[in-house]
């Protein structure tokens, strides 16, 4: 099963047009969940899917929610992935339209709250909780409200398709609850900062490194040639991870030296010691923070980063070894704050 095979379950004459304010009736959206249920489970869609996100994060764009890596021209239908980090969530919001979820790998924790109690007492009103596994799917029809975390101590992996309409006020409740949380949105200052290089950059390699993770639970050619199309998106750690996976794949070199420069040549770079401790900081539009720690040993190799903003890591300069000056290239990467540029 292939991607395109669940678009055909989003037909115009069983889903609204994407300039009319309609909803589709519940069992369009009920047989196009059990598609779903189906498609999250079958190598070839994963594979489809994970292609069209590769595609979106190379438009280095920072994702603010669930950002579309496709959008069904006529009914305005979105499809996203969604990367929950390890004891993260979303808090409780609301969605004013039909949504389906799947999850790919690993699970979510999921919370529900009685709307209409929750905006008579405007408070928020538990209802429901349970569990969603890997390859199971759930949907919202009505407007609901509730709260996805993932409480594992590893990334979970989710598929999402949703109502051009989520999101706009309903009828009934005008105004959204004033206990819900907003919509993240970067303000001016962020957006116009050099640190929102760094951000974007650190988002788009952690995503890239759950989809090159997943990739290597498929074992199909398709899955082996998208790992490589991952190569440049992911982090070096890894990258070196997938090495053993592609060998019969033309892939750059993947030696431990290689070169590194500073992701935006107006950040403000600061090193800092405390009781055999070396921190590397960064100024951001509201404080100085702490973005790396390591080894005292480090400290002079890190401020040499500051200093030369581009470098060849096996020149770190300090009483490290060729595997420390790695570590400390793959940890200076990671931070968004260095960008590779040869490998």
Request: neutral net charge; aromatic residues 10%.
């Amino acid at each position: 099963m292939h991607f395109e095979d669940l678009l055909k379950e989003f037909p115009v004459d069983r889903f609204p047009k994407a300039a009319e304010l309609l909803h589709p009736e519940k069992s369009a959206v009920l047989n196009a969940r059990e598609m779903a249920t189906i498609a999250i489970k079958n190598d070839d869609f994963i594979c489809d899917c994970i292609s069209l996100e590769i595609d979106r994060l190379g438009l280095n764009k920072f994702s603010t929610g669930l950002s579309p890596f496709y959008t069904l021209p006529d009914t305005g239908i979105r499809f996203s992935l969604g990367y929950w980090s390890p004891g993260s969530g979303a808090d409780a919001h609301e969605h004013t339209a039909w949504t389906i979820t799947g999850v790919y790998s690993n699970k979510l924790e999921v919370t529900t709250y009685d709307r209409e109690a929750s905006y008579k007492t405007n408070s928020l009103i538990p209802k429901n909780h349970f569990e969603g596994l890997s390859g199971s799917t759930g949907f919202i029809y009505g407007p609901c409200i509730h709260a996805p975390k993932n409480t594992s101590k590893n990334w979970s992996l989710t598929f999402h398709a949703s109502s051009p309409l989520d999101g706009l006020r309903p009828d009934d409740y005008p105004e959204p609850l004033s206990c819900l949380v907003d919509d993240y949105t970067i303000g001016p200052e962020l957006s116009s900062h050099p640190y929102f290089k760094v951000i974007t950059a650190r988002q788009k390699s952690q995503f890239a490194d759950q989809l090159a993770i997943k990739l290597l639970t498929i074992n199909t050619k398709r899955s082996r040639s998208l790992l490589a199309k991952c190569l440049d998106l992911c982090s070096t750690r890894i990258r070196n991870e997938l090495r053993p996976h592609l060998y019969n794949y033309a892939v750059k070199d993947f030696s431990p030296g290689f070169f590194l420069e500073i992701a935006d040549p107006k950040l403000k770079l600061e090193c800092s010691c405390g009781k055999n401790i070396a921190v590397l900081n960064v100024v951001t539009p509201k404080a100085t923070v702490q973005v790396l720690s390591a080894n005292i040993v480090a400290r002079e190799a890190i401020i040499y980063a500051i200093t030369e903003r581009s470098f060849d890591v096996g020149k770190l300069p300090g009483d490290l070894t060729k595997r420390e000056q790695h570590a400390l290239a793959e940890a200076l990467e990671e931070t968004g704050l260095f960008k590779r540029i040869s490998n």
